[in-house]
């Protein structure tokens, strides 16, 4: 029967034994083995069924902890990391000593993501944007950024998968107990819970109450709404990550972005904090923080432009879709219902806000539709994508934003993701060569050939013996009798070559090129002398049903008795499947469409641990393969008939497979050693591995977005907001005379030659001044069409006063190509000293074509 209720019993801990609940509430026990061993030493077989401190000392007998409570050896070793991780908290590390040593470095710094995927036990996450964050909080956490989280607590999570007896996915939404949580409730100094709370159409209030969760230095706020103050159906804001229909997702995205910045505020004033210059957004969800913070400011008495000035100085934006349709686009009716304009249209959800401002910001090609990418690149100064491939791709999707310029010209960078190396390298490896991230490379260009092959062979053991338990018991789940399960039990071989293929089911990642031609495939899967053996695993969203039908193709295929030793689906992938596929794979699968992949890291996670990585060069891999780290996929990129394509990179595929990737793992010498193989590990180990650690992405961050926003903030908001003023009247004036802006003319005067030419530009700047623009010559080849590539940029100087024309004489000096067709043209640009870059405003002036 069901429980009508529940609730969390808790027995006390014995009062030696309470630093063990310090060390189960703060998640650095994700990545500290040290902390992990204590607690398995408390009852290691419920800390193996799950691998949760705070589960554990729920469910721990009594006896058993006053048998601990009194054991002397285990209370030293309970003093010992309660006093490392104080130490670890409160040292300076990489940010502390930059800032000390001098650099200017932002006070603090708030990160708002949708999801965080930390550790399994806190089930608030469904992919790799989620993963993703939670290796930011922890590398920020290992360098000691002055950093604060803030996301939402989903009561029911992501749902975990099964499969129907015939391979459908299933999806189930188990509810999550904050009671058994890492998870603190933020009250005041009366012990009450804090709320915040959310204007929304028709006098109702959304309140939020804020759970916390401390990731090794660094908080991490949730916001819940599954509180008695809200209505049935605002309970269930916060009920699934991902669930719902639009209005359902435009609530949730409203509470992470203007709920978000009220539950940072009251943080800060509940714990002295210090308070965040810089903001950044992971992906559009969080796009609203920015209008919150805009309304903070003017109710503070600042204007709405100077207020904008400020916000967009400290925002930093990051976009993680290569594709238009994977961005957040509402209905623009449904996002005018939300702001709720009054009689004098000012916002009641931003109150202070012209509610078609709000709407402007989010203003796309289609006028009935309100964009969060485009709120997030305008409300933040600095933007960037996730890999070097996936930076170039948003310069060209979002070129409109800055018309006039050349996509390379669009100021959207990119710091390439990383992986949280602490969570995803293997034990083995950290028992060979130390905990030290920065020396780990040269330690494995150090290792023995011997080593390096005995624990690959070890990790992949460790595989088979979890791909045979979850097999056994995804059966179990899926009606199958012992008897017909019998298999499972030599399931896989711990010798043979392993691949695995492990990420979401959308129709880009191509979760079925492996089988375009299934006979070749079980010719590799079934080779008397040098099989394969591929695991894969993968969630479809549940309205996907394409995505589903993937993985039954999938799943049927596995199910063929000849077949079924050498290829498995795994259901429920997570963070606890994934550490044993990255780390026992021997080569890493990955052929999306090229170039639909932002970054994806999972490849990353199996190069920490020596796995080879056989992918499209998409994302990450685009800019990281080098050849001894894994292979190259062909992509038929251009190929406009996709099943054409589909065909010609499976045939790629499978070529790889048998004439390199196959031979190489099966060539041994005579002490059973695949030297080459082994030398492709170490490579991958040594120099790959340091690459992709998100210590570096987070440092990357810190030097290209967040130091330079913290210097932005600080001069817009010097001497009350005179920065801010000056900018907010800049741009105001640059508006009005930007029309009347115009290059007359160009003259040239060649010298010596053709080793130099003298250019001269006749330009018209109306009411603006010399010292309002920047006007560049432009040089460089011209194509047929006229088109200038690879341009030189040379600034032009003013020379003189302006003529009785209004016309202002700009000259210089350029050098063109000693060959080939050459061309140049001018252009005149904003110029303001709290600009970011000159094509930041999307304002350009050209001469009129001849």
């Known amino acids: 029967m069901k429980a009508f209720r529940r609730f969390t019993v808790r027995v006390p801990l014995p009062t030696p034994l309470v630093d063990l609940a310090v060390l189960a509430h703060n998640l650095r026990w994700v990545w500290h083995t040290a902390t992990q061993d204590l607690f398995a030493t408390i009852d290691p077989a419920l800390w193996a069924a799950s691998g949760d401190p705070v589960r554990l ?8 902890l006053n048998e601990l409570a009194e054991d002397e050896e285990f209370l030293t070793r309970l003093r010992d990391l309660r006093t490392e991780l104080d130490t670890y908290r409160s040292a300076p590390q990489w940010f502390g000593k930059e800032a000390a040593a001098g650099r200017a470095m932002p006070q603090g710094i708030a990160y708002f993501s949708m999801e965080f995927g930390i550790t399994e036990v806190l089930p608030i996450y469904s992919g790799g944007l989620g993963i993703l964050a939670g290796d930011h909080l922890k590398a920020a956490s290992d360098l000691g950024l002055p950093l604060i989280g803030v996301g939402l607590f989903y009561r029911s999570g992501y749902f975990r998968q099964s499969l129907s007896h015939d391979g459908w996915q299933l999806e189930r939404y188990p509810v999550n107990d904050p009671g058994l949580l890492p998870l603190s409730l933020l009250t005041d100094a009366d012990d009450r819970p804090v709320t915040v709370t959310i204007s929304i159409p028709g006098g109702r209030v959304l309140h939020a109450q804020i759970w916390v969760a401390t990731v090794g230095r660094i908080p991490l706020l949730l916001l819940d709404s599954d509180i008695p103050a809200n209505d049935d159906e605002l309970r269930l804001v916060t009920d699934r990550l991902y669930g719902g229909d639009q209005d359902h997702r435009i609530k949730q995205e409203i509470l992470l972005g203007i709920g978000g910045v009220r539950a940072l505020r009251e943080y800060v004033r509940i714990t002295g904090a210090a308070e965040p210059t810089v903001f950044h957004m992971n992906e559009g969800h969080a796009g609203f923080l920015g209008a919150e913070r805009v309304r903070e400011l003017v109710v503070s008495g600042l204007d709405l432009d100077s207020a904008e000035s400020v916000v967009r100085a400290s925002n930093v934006f990051t976009t993680h879709t290569p594709v238009p349709a994977g961005i957040d686009r509402f209905p623009k009716d449904l996002v005018s219902y ?106 494995y260009a150090e290792l023995p050939d011997g080593d390096l092959w005995k624990t690959r062979q070890q990790l992949r053991a460790q595989l088979v013996d979890e791909v045979r338990r979850r097999a056994h018991a995804s059966g179990r789940e899926r009606g199958f009798s012992e008897v017909e399960l019998g298999w499972t039990a030599d399931l896989f071989d711990p010798g043979v070559l392993t691949i695995g293929f492990a ?112 992918s499209i ?116 004036r640059l508006t009005a005379a930007w ?24 330009v018209a700047l109306g009411d603006l001044s010399p010292d309002d623009v920047t006007v560049q010559a432009v040089l460089g080849r011209v194509d047929d069409d006229g088109e200038i590539s690879h341009p030189i940029l040379t600034t032009m100087s003013p020379v003189g006063g302006a003529d009785t024309a209004g016309r202002t004489r700009y000259a210089t000096v350029v050098h063109p190509y000693k060959s080939g ?12 000293s709290l600009l970011a870059v000159d094509a930041e405003l999307g304002l350009v002036a050209y001469p009129a074509a001849p």
């Open 57 to 64: 000392l729920a469910e721990i007998d009594s006896a058993r």
């Open 338 to 443: 939300y702001l709720d304009a009054d009689d004098t249209g000012s916002s009641r959800l931003l109150p202070g806000l012209p509610a078609g401002t709000i709407l402007e910001l989010g203003s796309e090609g289609d006028p009935g539709v309100f964009n969060m990418a485009h709120m997030g690149f305008r409300l933040g100064q600095r933007s960037n994508g996730v890999s070097q491939l996936h930076g170039a791709v948003s310069r060209e999707m979002f070129a409109g934003l800055w018309p006039g310029f050349d996509a390379d010209e669009v100021p959207i960078g990119s710091v390439t993701n990383g992986v949280h190396g602490f969570t995803w390298v293997a034990r083995p490896w950290r028992e060979l060569v130390g905990h030290d991230e920065d020396s780990a490379g040269a330690a």
């Open 503 to 614: 990420r979401r089911a959308a129709t880009y990642k191509r979760l079925t090129l492996m089988l375009r031609d299934p006979d070749r495939l079980r010719r590799l899967l079934t080779d008397p002398e040098r099989p394969i053996q591929l695991v894969v695993a993968g969630k479809a969203h549940p309205a996907d049903d394409g995505g589903k039908a993937l993985i039954q193709q999938v799943v049927r295929f596995t199910e063929d008795p000849a077949l079924r030793n050498r290829i498995v689906f795994l259901p429920d992938y997570d963070i606890s499947m994934a550490r044993h596929i990255y780390a026992g794979c021997d080569v890493w699968l990955n052929n999306p469409v090229r170039p639909m992949e932002a970054c994806g890291t999972s490849g990353m996670k199996s190069a920490l641990n020596g796995g080879l990585n056989l």
């Open 617 to 732: 060069l998409d994302g990450w891999w685009d800019e990281m393969a080098d050849g001894d780290n894994g292979w190259a996929i062909p992509s038929a990129e251009g190929v406009t008939d996709e099943h054409r394509r589909d065909d010609l990179e499976a045939e790629a595929l499978y070529s790889l497979l048998e004439n390199s990737v196959i031979p190489l793992f099966y060539g041994r010498d005579d002490t059973g050693l695949p030297e080459r193989w082994v030398a492709m590990v170490r490579h991958t180990l040594s120099v790959l591995g340091p690459k992709v650690l998100a210590s570096r992405m987070v440092r990357d961050y810190t030097d290209e977005l967040y130091a330079p926003a913290a210097l932005s903030y600080t001069a817009a908001v010097a001497d009350d907001f005179a920065g801010a003023r000056d900018l907010a009247g800049y741009r105001a």
């Open 739 to 762: 029309p009347a802006v115009a290059i007359a003319g160009i003259d040239e005067d060649s010298e010596s030659g053709a080793e130099a030419l003298q250019l001269t530009a006749q």
């Open 821 to 832: 067709v050459v061309g140049y043209t001018a252009r005149v640009l904003p110029s303001h």
